[in-house]
């Protein structure tokens, strides 16, 4: 009997201990916001087609202060702010207000609700020094409530209270704010009990997660590190507590035994994070299955997964099947996740039309069968032969933030087609492994120690600051472990603030490779919670504690830390390009460059296009303080292909200008015409149909297609700007070097 293609859906989701161990007050507000805006909705968007079943991973942090906001015992500074009376608001308040009370995405979260965006232009436009002068108590009472109004998603909004707010707009009272805040509550008091119902219906499996989200492979040794990376600088002390992992775990299990009634059946190992070292405590808590990335699969089977340019796996039957691991305290199933189609979901399918977007994935859905069918013996095409999962994981909260309804869209059209089609079946990983158990195993001494970010562990260790971190907490758990009268049953205080600190949350944030405006407020949580454990022991808090892992000074240079996805107008929205790779332009070649019109270079990509953003100083007129003609020119090292030089006169024989080129864009600020070339043979230029989008305002933004740039998945290439007039060369950029761009 042929198979259908089997589909696991698994959503993460996940907060790290924001409650400050000093005080108690929680440091920032997110639990909460997406407790109103992400958790909930999910399910019941899911809820509406109850043929589809699903995964949802809920950690037991997140857990635990969600019960807390259900309570009415937690309290941010943002919960503060909207429930002091407007006329009682302190001055640190209102710049705490103005600067913080438009966090969130103000495509999806702000532009929809006129009174919201009004106040937001202000801020933006006349600058925030006017807001501090101007507002009025009532402007800042409507900021107080849109801004909880906002995160409350869309599938709630016929509510008749919150209906009410939203026609309401503006001229909001105390009294509303405080019903707002209710109304929060009330959303969040459900998302515990509909998880419970729909897993006792059959429909949804909730698994969960260690803990705090550690990374258990560097609990366990942080030597771990150089397995991917050898040459890995790690701290100067090991920390080396293998004795944690089961009390993470058994701590998870607990947990969930009381909230849903019946033991977990997955785990999500945090940031997917796995090793040799782990499994054994995850079969002796009773774990029959995790969950690790494609990555981590490819290095332990010493495999490179290639993808076409459609993003299709060349060898597809390595991924898509469960493994089995053994180990002393039995067998363990691991599913390893389509890490491309789970990037698209996360990071790619929000800029497109909301349909379009759902039968994309469906589109790769099959495409994937195809290719299964073809594999089959003869080729066969009747159907798949045998059983094969696709598991698509990902983050559950933070993506919607950028689509449509927050996601609704999307889901509704995903939803609807796969609840009629007839060869994919979404169902739960337990449901799978039950009825198919994995028939490949794989050594469980050969597992790699790796994550989901390129299979290493370099995002949490290796980087100076994230060391430095390290060594703080290995201190504080030596002088822990010098105190054998602080059980856990005698001072639990000591033993929250360390699982608090080991959490995986507080690295991902230091050093290189992720930034955001509160990574002070990452690094102050987690010292406070290395702090409380010596507090909690009664021991002196070392003085490198109190102060902070890093200077938290905004960088002038980086890479890109993320997928971007900038609308092109030409204005250069600062949300849009916040996680945009940056290069400042300086030096002393040259007086353009010492103080020239051209400022910075922002760049990045996703899975659709590459974008690059040139910023002017203000007045610049093109043609006379700057070259009219931009020139942008592709390197591809290593790559086999024609290639010419660029076409421009009076240009210096000197690297990288010399190189020989494949693809040209040629833009002219003046005209705001656009040509498009690609080197053939003989060293020559010829046209070709380009479809890069370009638009010249406050700013240059460009956006050039994948589709126009011959590169396949992983590829890397580099860009060249060079500027011209009247096709002679004046300048280009950046000095001395290349941007190098990677292809998802």
């Not at 030597?223 to 080396?240: I, K, S, T, Y």
């Not at 974008?611 to 203000?618: A, G």
Request: glycine share 6%; hydrophobic share 35%.
């Amino acid at each position: 009997m042929p198979h259908p293609l089997y589909v696991a859906f698994i959503w993460h989701q996940h907060q790290p201990l924001y409650k400050s161990r000093f005080g108690g007050q929680y440091r920032l507000p997110w639990v909460r916001l997406h407790g109103t805006k992400d958790y909930l909705d999910l399910v019941l968007i899911l809820a509406r087609y109850p043929k589809l079943h699903q995964t949802v991973n809920l950690v037991p942090s997140l857990i635990l202060q969600l019960e807390d906001y259900v309570q009415g015992t937690a309290l941010d500074p943002y919960l503060t702010a909207a429930l002091t009376p407007e006329d009682q608001l302190s001055v640190e308040q209102k710049h705490f207000i103005v600067e913080h009370f438009f966090d969130g995405n103000h495509h999806t979260l702000i532009d929809p609700h006129p009174r919201y965006a009004e106040l937001y232009a202000q801020r933006q436009e006349k600058g925030r020094g006017w807001c501090l002068e101007n507002w009025t108590e009532q402007d800042y009472s409507d900021l107080l409530a849109w801004h909880n109004l906002a995160w409350i998603d869309p599938i709630f909004w016929d509510d008749p209270d919150i209906e009410g707010w939203l026609k309401k707009g503006r001229n909001f009272s105390l009294s509303d704010r405080q019903r707002i805040y209710s109304k929060q509550r009330e959303i969040i008091g459900k998302i515990i009990p509909q998880h419970r119902q729909m897993q006792d219906a059959g429909q949804l499996e909730v698994t969960t997660t260690p803990y705090t989200h550690p990374i258990l492979p560097l609990l366990a040794d942080t030597d771990a590190g150089r397995v991917a990376v050898p040459e890995m600088e790690l701290p100067h002390q090991r920390f080396q507590w293998e004795e944690d992992l089961p009390r993470h775990l058994s701590k998870a299990r607990q947990m969930y035994r009381d909230r849903f009634g019946r033991e977990p059946r997955g785990l999500w190992p945090s940031e997917q994070s796995v090793s040799p070292s782990i499994l054994p405590h995850v079969a002796r808590e009773g774990f029959r299955w995790l969950c690790s990335d494609e990555a981590v699969l490819g290095w332990t089977l010493q495999h490179f997964f290639h993808r076409d340019g459609a993003g299709n796996l060349g060898e597809p039957e390595y991924l898509y099947r469960p493994y089995r691991l053994e180990t002393p305290h039995g067998d363990l199933a691991m599913v390893f996740r389509d890490h491309r189609l789970s990037d698209l979901i996360g990071f790619t399918y929000a800029t497109m039309e909301p349909r379009k977007a759902a039968s994309d994935l469906i589109g790769h859905l099959e495409s994937i069968a195809y290719s299964l069918k073809n594999r089959q013996p003869n080729g066969a095409q009747s159907g798949l032969e045998r059983p094969w999962l696709v598991t698509i994981a990902l983050d559950g909260e933070n993506c919607w933030e950028f689509y449509q309804r927050d996601g609704e869209l999307f889901l509704d059209a995903l939803y609807q087609k796969l609840s009629h089609h007839s060869e994919i079946e979404l169902v739960t990983v337990s449901e799978f492994i039950e009825k198919f158990p994995p028939t490949e195993t794989l050594p469980s001494d050969r597992l790699h120690s790796g994550s989901w970010v390129d299979g290493s562990f370099t995002t949490w260790i290796g980087d100076p600051a994230k060391n430095r971190a390290w060594d703080l907490l290995t201190q504080a758990r030596e002088t822990l472990a010098n105190h054998p009268e602080a059980t856990e049953e005698t001072n639990p205080e000591a033993w929250e603030a360390l699982y608090a600190a080991e959490g995986s949350d507080w690295f991902w944030w230091f050093g290189e490779g992720h930034s955001s405006n509160q990574d002070a407020m990452f690094d102050q949580l987690f010292r406070e919670h290395v702090a409380a454990i010596y507090k909690a022991l009664d021991e002196p808090i070392p003085d490198e504690v109190l102060q902070p892992v890093e200077k938290h000074e905004r960088q002038r240079d980086r890479t890109p830390q993320s997928f971007i996805h900038p609308k092109i107008d030409g204005i250069g929205d600062e949300q849009d390009w916040d996680k945009a790779g940056r290069i400042e332009i300086g030096g002393a070649r040259g007086t353009m460059h010492r103080s020239g019109p051209i400022q910075r270079l922002w760049y990045g990509v996703d899975h659709l296009h590459f974008y690059l953003r040139v910023d002017f100083k203000t007045g610049t007129e093109f043609g006379k303080d700057c070259p009219p003609e931009f020139n942008l020119l592709w390197y591809y090292p290593d790559r086999t292909m024609h290639n010419s030089p660029v076409p421009l006169k009076e240009l210096p024989a000197r690297p990288p200008l010399d190189y020989l080129y494949h693809n040209y864009l040629g833009i002219n600020l003046v005209t705001h015409s656009v040509w498009f070339q690609e080197a053939r043979e003989d060293f020559q230029w010829k046209p070709r149909q380009g479809r890069a989008q370009v638009a010249v305002d406050k700013c240059l933004e460009i956006a050039v297609p994948w589709a126009d740039l011959p590169s396949d998945p992983d590829w890397w290439l580099h860009l060249a700007i060079v500027l011209s007039e009247g096709g002679r060369f004046r300048d280009y950029l950046p000095e001395n070097s290349l941007i190098p761009i990677q292809m998802p």
